[in-house]
């Protein structure tokens, strides 16, 4: 079996992270690998109303990730008993950050909640898909529900 290194387990701040996290802390822990536990903030753009470069369309995506950096090390804190981990906020297109990420530092492995869509739950969306592909790790996408069955 494959011994992962450098595990990376991106979640949402403030959604459903307990499956991914809790599978990645134990995987970590199993595989004496290092963890890192990500969030993507979408790159704010100054749109009507806001001045390009002004005050308002600097400061809000610093508070932005100040404030997702305050939640991951909410949602780790009682996970640091078990392994050592480290979190890190990125910005910009939710993918694109992903595969960035594991090829600035070799990881070995992705784990992620694929995102939902009410009537397509069973499919996964264009950005989970464009990681599948695209990744140069294995990327392990999570459902924290059990599949619906199909009946006729």
């Not at 932005?64 to 990125?90: C, F």
């Not at 694929?114 to 790790?137: G, I, K, Q, V, Y």
Request: glycine share 6%; aromatic share 6%.
């Amino acid at each position: 079996m494959k011994r992962f290194n450098d595990i990376l387990c991106v979640v949402e701040t403030g959604g459903a992270f307990k499956p991914d996290l809790e599978r990645a802390v134990t995987l970590a822990e199993n595989s004496q690998a290092s963890l890192t536990v990500v969030d993507v903030v979408e790159r704010i753009v100054a749109g009507i109303g806001m001045p390009e470069g002004g005050p308002i369309s600097a400061d809000l995506p610093t508070a932005m990730v100040s404030a997702h950096a305050q939640g991951l090390e909410t949602l780790v804190d009682p996970y640091r008993k078990r392994i050592e981990i480290q979190t890190k906020v990125l910005t910009g297109t939710p993918f694109l950050e992903i595969i960035r990420e594991v090829l600035r530092n070799g990881r070995d492995l992705v784990i992620k909640i694929p995102e939902t869509r009410d009537w397509l739950d069973w499919l996964f969306s264009s950005a989970d898909m464009h990681l599948l592909r695209n990744c140069p790790c294995p990327v392990w996408l999570i459902k924290d529900k059990k599949p619906k069955t199909l009946s006729f």
